[in-house]
């Protein structure tokens, strides 16, 4: 089969960190365009926005959105009725309404839609759902505290309605959950800390449980500085398991179980490469749904005022 051709919306952060590089090692990939407002990028056609790609490259095969979840839907509905293939960065959109629709349209349409959750394709998410599989949970701990500052920098729309705030980096930890334990579980109460001058939480303190009663809970924390946690921890009636450094790193009873090289966004290519090829798309909004049980069951409490120079 010829490459994909594919143009990236959107050319921030993650475009720049991950497609980019990804998309240069993939040679079922070829990025022959770029839509930005601020930018452009060498060797490929620019664009200013999503309408001029498509209309300036008809032969584009599919697109990757990059841009904030609140532009999304708009994007992804055109690019679907254009007929192409379309990747979406996390989280999928702003409301679980907008993608369900998204994902009818693309039943109706030709192209695939790819909803991706890039910490699925941790390392060690895979192995922790495997060795979870034939044990009985006890307990599971969410741990996710990083410094917005250092990861988010000027992102504005992040403290925005539909930013999301803290569960932006903790809809990873929900999307790795969601995938290795056993059972559906959902939110019985929780409190969202709102900086004075924000839409969106900076901190929240989660208590979920499952049909079993299994306790669930999440320390999410956008303010952390000094050394990044992204760990989960589970007690199972035969040890337990710790998932750290965003699911790179598994160990059991404190042992080194599983540990490989960071892959996430070539993992990700490689899976719409594959749904593209069979013209299936692929939409899990389980861990959207959890963040909107937390804004829907969460007690807000007002804390300081969030300013991004520190
Ligand atoms: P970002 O640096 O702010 O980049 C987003 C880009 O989208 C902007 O640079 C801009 O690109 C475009 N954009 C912003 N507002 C827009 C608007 N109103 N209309 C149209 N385009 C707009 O953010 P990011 O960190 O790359 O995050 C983008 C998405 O990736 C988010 O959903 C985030 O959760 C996800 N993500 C981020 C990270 C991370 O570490 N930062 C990791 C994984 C996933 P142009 O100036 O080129 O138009």
Aim: glycine residues 6%; proline residues 7%.
């Amino acid at each position: 089969m010829p490459p994909i051709k594919i143009g990236i919306v959107g050319l921030g952060k993650i475009a720049r960190d991950q497609h980019l590089p990804a998309l240069a090692a993939n040679p079922d990939f070829d990025l022959v365009a770029v839509a930005s407002r601020n930018a452009s990028q060498e060797g490929v056609a620019n664009f200013a926005t999503l309408d001029e790609m498509l209309e300036g490259m008809p032969e584009l095969d599919a697109v990757s959105l990059c841009t904030p979840p609140t532009v999304r839907y708009g994007q992804a509905r055109q690019a679907l009725r254009a007929g192409k293939h379309v990747m979406l960065e996390k989280p999928p959109g702003a409301t679980l309404s907008e993608v369900e629709d998204l994902a009818q349209l693309a039943e109706a349409s030709s192209g695939s839609l790819f909803a991706t959750w890039h910490s699925r394709h941790a390392p060690a998410v895979e192995p922790a759902r495997q060795w979870l599989a034939s044990r009985r949970i006890r307990k599971v701990h969410i741990e996710w505290k990083e410094d917005v500052r250092v990861w988010h920098p000027g992102q504005h729309w992040i403290w925005e309605p539909g930013g999301m705030g803290v569960f932006d980096p903790a809809i990873n930890a929900l999307s790795i959950v969601t995938a290795i334990l056993p059972r559906n579980f959902f939110l019985r109460e929780g409190t969202l800390q709102v900086p004075e001058n924000c839409q969106a939480p900076i901190a929240a303190n989660l208590r979920f449980s499952d049909s079993e009663d299994t306790p669930i809970t999440a320390d999410l924390d956008f303010l952390q500085t000094g050394p990044q946690t992204w760990d989960i921890h589970i007690e199972t009636d035969e040890g337990n398991l710790a998932l750290r450094k965003g699911g790179s790193q598994m160990f059991v009873d404190d042992r080194l179980e599983h540990e490989a090289p960071e892959q996430e966004y070539p993992g990700l290519y490689a899976r719409f490469a594959e749904l593209v090829a069979r013209c299936e798309s692929e939409v899990d909004v389980a861990p959207l749904r959890h963040v909107a049980d937390a804004f829907l069951l969460g007690r807000r409490e007002t804390v300081a005022a969030f300013h991004d120079e520190g």
